[in-house]
């Protein structure tokens, strides 16, 4: 069948789609595939819906073009954000009864007001491309400029929420991905806009001659496969000697907060934490001058359901648990909630990590780490005395929520490398593992992420797959190895390719634990000392093509001015060449 058949063909499906697919209902379709693209669904044809979002703009819109661009933006983020987030739900659903009636608006409000960073984005284009830019070329790169600029915004203002950025569509660990190594996760996101947004500006009437942007975005594609294949066959990973054990006992956050729950869930972690390794891990460690078990185990957030000082009261059950877990020389990292007092003398609660040891005088812990960077209406209520009134509460029950601690930086535990922690949500943030060090004339770079995190929140969905694919380019863009440890959802160990080492992966639904020797960091990740160059190419790629044209469009007009007609009737001439001829 030649192409012209096949066009035959279809002609009739093109003509209802037209016929009934009016720009909103195509917008929100194209959100659809975008949000299909994503992991772990991986149609990665989606993708091609920035050019056809990009084609719609360039239509007309009509006298208000500028609210139907916002239209159209808005329609496409509900619709690709609604399939990325729509796990919410399963968070005001554990505590069903006081907080299931705030479900539908989750689902509904939390994509209906991070759409509004793709309305924005889509208007702004509208609005610069509508003078000097209608019809050239450049717009297209404008357009994924403008777009990956509100793409950092929606990260960054009223706490952020960078959930799905357009270059996590690529799963963590493949070739692609690898460029988060040279630009981070926003540089790579205005890479998959360009390049999936090129066929829009392709003219079909010139032939092979219009389609140069695609082949130039091909050509491009090729090459960052490339460079991902090359650095994944290349980079040697060694192990090192610290051996890690990640504990995930499969309890979801209704079973954990049941009645008497606290000491059937902590024997589940103590069984696990003191079980035998097995014989591989063995045989790798045989060399070490060090007994037969972990150096460290790691427990994830909200591992245990009480207080951090109640677990470890000598009055309570939970301290002879405790008292009996660890060897002299090993260390707990835990996630658990304690009270502190701020700055002002005041007593708040906070989120923290924890490192448990044990010597001759007993069991001792210190809190290693603190939340930094809290999830509005989970950990605190944003504009608390507005919302209280309307009955709406934070999912953590904890006082009045949590207290943020200091910002996040690399933290040293003594017997363990340095590592940098975050907790949670604080993987989803570049900005995070670029923490505070703490002596500029030393600065400090850890050897290895420690990422706990509490997926049990999100349920037997889609979101503990994007989590960890989300948290797993910070192991990319800062080339260090990453232990990620979750209650239930997705535990393992990422070496600094972003990939999971083999045998370490707990996934949904699954229980138990891995031992696995720390993987080494590697040198060569350039974005740890460019860390805002994506912002300087999306300014580029937004001012010079405007710059560009403006500029040559002014040249234009001033020479148009300039000519005046001939007196002698042979066509046109300069005003400069009419007065010296007039003399």
């Known amino acids: ?130 003078g000097p830019l209608t019809g050239h070329w450049s717009r297209w790169l404008v357009f994924a400029g403008l777009f990956c600029l509100f793409e950092w915004l929606r990260g960054t203002i009223l706490t952020g929420f960078p959930w799905n950025p357009a270059g996590a569509t690529w799963k ?53 496969l ?21 504990v995930q006992p499969n309890i979801g956050q209704r079973a954990k907060w049941s009645e008497g729950a606290l000491l059937r869930v902590m024997r589940d972690y103590v069984a696990y934490s003191r079980a035998h390794a097995g014989r591989e891990i063995l045989q790798a460690v045989t060399k070490r001058d060090r007994k037969p078990y972990p150096d460290v185990i790691v427990w994830p957030e909200g591992a245990l359901p009480d207080a951090a000082e109640n677990l470890l009261d000598p009055q309570s059950e939970t ?55 809290l999830v509005p209406f989970g950990e605190f209520l944003p504009f608390e005395s507005v919302l209280e009134s309307l009955g709406v509460k934070e999912l953590a029950h904890v006082g009045d929520g949590f207290s943020p601690g200091p910002r996040t930086r690399p933290v040293e535990v003594e017997g363990l490398p340095p590592f940098l922690p975050l907790i949670c949500y604080e993987g989803l943030f570049p900005a995070l593992a670029n923490g505070e060090r703490p002596s500029s004339s ?20 889609t979101g503990p797959v994007q989590h960890l694919n989300l948290s797993s380019y910070r192991a990319i863009e800062e080339g260090l190895p990453m232990v990620r440890s979750t209650p239930t959802g997705v535990s393992a160990i990422i070496d600094p390719l972003g990939r999971i080492v083999e045998g370490s992966e707990i996934r949904i639904g699954q229980s138990g634990f891995r031992d696995v020797l720390l993987p080494e960091a ?62």
């Open 1 to 130: 069948m030649t192409l012209t058949e096949l066009g035959a063909l279809l002609a009739p499906a093109f003509a209802l789609y037209r016929r009934y697919m009016g720009p909103k209902r195509q917008a929100a379709l194209m959100g659809l595939l975008l949000g299909l693209a994503q992991p772990p669904f991986g149609f990665l044809p989606g993708l091609l819906a920035y050019s056809v979002l990009l084609w719609s703009l360039d239509q007309d819109l009509g006298p208000k073009s500028l609210r139907r661009a916002f239209a159209i933006g808005w329609w496409a983020g509900f619709l690709y954000f609604l399939v990325g987030c729509f796990w919410v739900a399963e968070a005001f659903l554990v505590d069903a009864s006081n907080q299931g009636w705030m479900a539908p608006f989750a689902v509904c409000l939390l994509p209906g007001g991070i759409a509004l960073f793709w309305g924005a984005a889509f208007a702004a284009y509208r609005k610069l491309v509508s």
């Open 172 to 224: 963590a660990g493949s070739a692609v991905s690898q460029l988060a190594a040279l630009f981070g996760i926003y540089g790579l996101s205005l890479f998959t806009v360009t390049l999936f947004a090129s066929p829009a500006v392709s003219r079909r009437e010139q032939g092979l001659k219009g389609l140069w942007p695609v082949a130039v975005s091909a050509l491009i594609l090729v090459a960052g």
């Open 226 to 246: 490339g460079f991902g294949a090359v650095r994944l066959a290349t980079t040697e990973v060694a192990p090192t000697q610290t051996w890690i054990r990640i």
């Open 319 to 373: 301290a002879n648990l405790f008292a009996g877990l660890l060897q002299p020389d090993q260390i707990l990292l835990w996630g658990a909630y304690h009270r502190a007092v701020d700055e002002e003398n005041a007593l708040v609660w906070r989120n923290s990590l924890l490192a448990l040891s044990r010597d001759e005088s007993g069991t001792n812990y210190q809190v290693v780490y603190s939340k930094f960077k």
């Open 442 to 461: 030393a600065p400090l770079r850890p050897s290895w992420i420690v990422n706990i995190s509490n997926d049990a929140w999100f349920g037997p969905t």
């Open 522 to 583: 590697v040198s060569f990740a350039p974005y740890t000392l460019w860390r805002h160059l994506h912002l300087m190419l999306v300014a580029l790629f937004c001012l010079i093509p405007l710059i560009f044209v403006t500029f040559v469009n002014v040249s234009k007009n001033n020479q148009e001015n300039d000519r005046v007609p001939d007196p002698d009737g042979a066509g046109f001439t300069t005003k400069k060449q009419h007065g010296d001829n007039a003399g």
